[in-house]
């Protein structure tokens, strides 16, 4: 799954994948725990990539919001969700919600911990 989500042209089947796995992180880890933001980061992504920043902007903010209150604002994944969210902001015309200090071409990880 992780190779599909680097692909901009990733397929629109693996979309279900993503979301499966965010929930099972959810219900087996629980909210907040690391790996369960990465999945969350991971599907806003693959939703981004293929065109649907409406859908992914939420899921962006949420997993920067969770990473930023669990991991702290200066961890690298905290600021990575950030610059995942911004971009999603940018593709709907938001750009002036933007949160500052975040550099939009940060590259945004997405694996398991």
């Excluded at 979309?15 to 796995?21: E, G, I, K, N």
């Excluded at 959810?26 to 991971?42: A, K, Q, W």
């Excluded at 209150?69 to 919600?97: E, M, N, S, V, W």
Aim: charged share 20%; proline share 7%; net charge positive.
């Amino acid at each position: 799954m992780v190779a599909v989500a680097h692909s901009p042209s990733a397929p629109e089947w693996d979309t279900p994948l993503y979301r499966q796995a965010l929930e099972r992180r959810r219900r087996v880890l629980g909210e907040d725990h690391p790996n369960t933001i990465v999945s969350l980061s991971c599907y806003a992504f693959v939703l981004h990539a293929l065109g649907r920043a409406a859908e992914a902007e939420p899921l962006a903010l949420e997993a920067a919001t969770r990473a930023n209150a669990i991991l702290g604002p200066k961890h690298p994944y905290t600021k990575a969700f950030a610059a995942q969210h911004a971009k999603c902001l940018d593709a709907l015309g938001r750009r002036d919600q933007h949160v500052a200090g975040v550099r939009v071409g940060e590259r945004v990880p997405c694996a398991a911990l």
